[in-house]
């Protein structure tokens, strides 16, 4: 091979990664003991660079065992609120998306581990109105069924100024398109769908007790019918279940399941915070009350304390493979640089077994933890996201999004092909507007995010660049503008909904073109530029980006990363240009 420093990324899934190693070779393993988020160094023996061993893998033997490994999150950053569907031999995913759009992302797999996202559900504005939406209002809880050739999606709008809350869209396939809402007359929040073996379908939600509730979040599950032929719901309303343990808050994102003779209950309760926990009950009927299981909660890693690395576990949902096994998808977060989860919540996966007629969640463990052994399933191949995106198609990537609504003519990939043209618009990021943003989610505690601007703002007011978003009261941007006739570069902050400026540079002349770039190392922030796409400057480093979390900021959301162009406030016809938008995790 005559190699010396070969250096392989290896990718977030590392069973998508294939090398031959001969005896002349060490592996080298980086970043703890956590193999397929290290990076793998290959040397020979003439060459060694002992400084960054930390294991040595003598054979391939435990290479492959490490092969042989799922990596929790399965689904990274903002990815919250998991459900998931079997159809033969594939497998269908969505999460909630807020504010965002377009809504709720679905992604298919064969194996569990891997996924490819194959559209986005919600996709036209007559689907998913979001005006005036705060960032952690919009969509809650998706439900995704299948039944009789038909994918049903069940969730919850709440913005304020939305006409239908819970509704159902359904599609032949997956990918879409998926159908104009059908409105629920029903209360409450996260819907959920279950198909009886006669064929009726009956509709699972979170609403306030009945008789009232004694506190905020003193809820009941409940069950009616839906008639499948009219979209409504039919017959009575009756009360399943108040939760597993006394005076608990929020049982909420419930679903049923068939087995053996009972229907299940699993619900998640006590809130999507710290104190998450899964809880369970069945019942031989429906219009019974359930039991709750005497083991209640079957799954919380709140009494491990504030220091676990994973945390809120929560809001899940199962799933049979054609082999026999079951898994359970749920939320969770990773907290970092102290107890501050700027990620938000992400998609884990946990095997589970039924003893006595009970699920026990990761037998002789019961955690959630950072690998786990591969399910029974075919391989499956995940298609790698990118780094960079150079917007040389008429169409963005599925995973790009907008904040709210957006205005369409705003945007353009076709005016200036290989650029992404965005018109400034009036409405900014600290608003709850549809300023003109386009993003991706944040995926780690490092990475970088960059992208070459070319500008030309024709007034002070007028801005453009990058930034790093929580909602529309927390939030960090690196734009250009100018001053004169120079270019200047602002910092600008959002806490607490109060706008200031750190950090300010006039440059000694105009520069139409820049290069902008944002990079996070655990919780300090670098904002930097270049004129000339060679010589970087830094704006500001170590800016604190814990106020970007959700311990800081509240919410339901993880933060995105993104293109902006504004006229902060003032009508304007000016347009940015964006050659390329770079995200790339660091730790990988």
């Known amino acids: ?12 899934h590392f069973c998508n990664m294939s090398i031959v190693f001969d005896s002349f070779f060490y592996v080298f393993l980086l970043k703890n003991d956590c193999f397929p988020l290290g990076k793998c160094f290959v040397f020979t023996r003439e060459n060694p660079y002992s400084r960054m061993q930390v294991y040595i893998f003598n054979n391939l033997e435990v290479f492959m065992d490490n092969k042989k490994k799922g990596m929790n999150p399965i689904l990274p950053g903002f990815y919250p609120d998991p459900s998931i569907c079997r159809v033969n031999d594939d497998y269908y995913l969505v999460t909630s998306t807020f504010a965002y759009f377009p809504g709720v992302p679905i992604f298919h797999s064969r194996d569990l581990v891997h996924w490819n996202q194959i559209g986005n559900i919600l996709e036209r504005k007559e689907q998913l109105p979001l005006v005036n939406a705060e960032t952690s209002e919009g969509i809650f809880a998706p439900t995704l069924r299948y039944h009789d050739g038909t994918f049903y999606m069940i969730t919850t709008n709440v913005t304020p100024t939305n006409d239908i809350n819970n509704f159902i869209v359904t599609a032949t396939d997956p990918a879409g398109p998926w159908s104009d809402p059908y409105p629920l007359d029903s209360a409450g929040i996260d819907p959920s769908l279950f198909f009886d073996d006669d064929g009726k379908c009956y509709y699972c939600g979170t609403q306030n007790r009945r008789e009232g509730s004694r506190y905020f979040g003193d809820n009941e599950i409940y069950i009616q019918e839906l008639d499948l032929n009219t979209m409504k719901l039919v017959g009575e309303s009756y009360p399943a279940w108040h939760g597993a343990l006394r005076g608990v808050e929020w049982p909420e994102g419930p679903h049923i399941y068939k087995k053996d003779g009972y229907y299940y209950l699993l619900i998640s309760e006590a809130g999507t915070g710290h104190n998450h926990a899964v809880s369970i009950a069945r ?43 079951w898994w359970m998808v749920c939320l969770a977060s990773r907290p970092r640089g102290g107890y501050y989860r700027n990620l938000g919540r992400e998609t884990y996966l946990v095997p589970f077994i039924w003893e006595d007629g009970w699920p026990v969640i990761n037998p002789g463990k019961g955690i959630l933890e950072d690998t786990f052994p591969m399910p029974n399933l075919p391989a499956y191949e995940a298609k790698e996201i990118p780094a960079k995106e150079d917007f040389d198609t008429d169409t963005l990537p599925l995973h790009f999004m907008y904040l709210r609504n957006p205005k369409e003519e705003n945007y353009s990939l076709t005016n200036r092909p290989g650029y992404l043209e965005m018109k400034l618009n009036a409405d900014t990021l600290s608003s709850k507007g549809t300023p003109s943003y386009v993003c991706q989610r944040q995926l780690s505690f490092d990475f970088t ?28 941007q690196l734009l250009a503008g100018k001053k004169g006739d120079a270019t200047v570069l602002s910092l600008v902050k959002t806490e607490r909904d109060e706008v200031t400026v750190l950090k300010e540079e006039i440059l000694d002349a105009f520069y139409p073109d820049l290069t902008l770039r944002i990079t996070e190392n655990e919780q300090d922030l670098t904002f930097a530029y270049s004129v000339d796409g060679k010589s970087e400057k830094i704006l500001a480093d170590k800016v604190d980006a814990r106020i970007l979390s959700t311990d800081v900021a509240g919410g339901f959301v993880g933060n995105t990363i993104g293109l902006y162009a504004t006229s902060n406030g003032e009508e304007s016809s000016t347009v940015s240009a964006f050659d390329y938008f770079l995200y790339e995790d660091d730790n990988k």
Not at 452 to 458: E, R, V
């Open 283 to 325: 019942s031989k009927s429906l219009t019974e009350p359930f039991t709750g299981h005497k083991a209640n909660p079957i799954f919380t890693h709140r009494h491990l304390g504030y220091h676990y690395p994973i945390v809120n576990v929560g809001h899940p949902d199962i799933v049979e493979t054609q082999n026999g096994e």
């Open 449 to 476: 995010a960059e992208t070459k601007l070319s500008f030309s703002p024709a007034v002070e007011n007028e801005q453009a660049g990058i930034a790093i978003y929580q909602s529309q009261s927390f939030n960090y």
């Open 1 to 12: 091979y005559n190699m010396y420093t070969v250096c392989y990324k290896v990718y977030h």
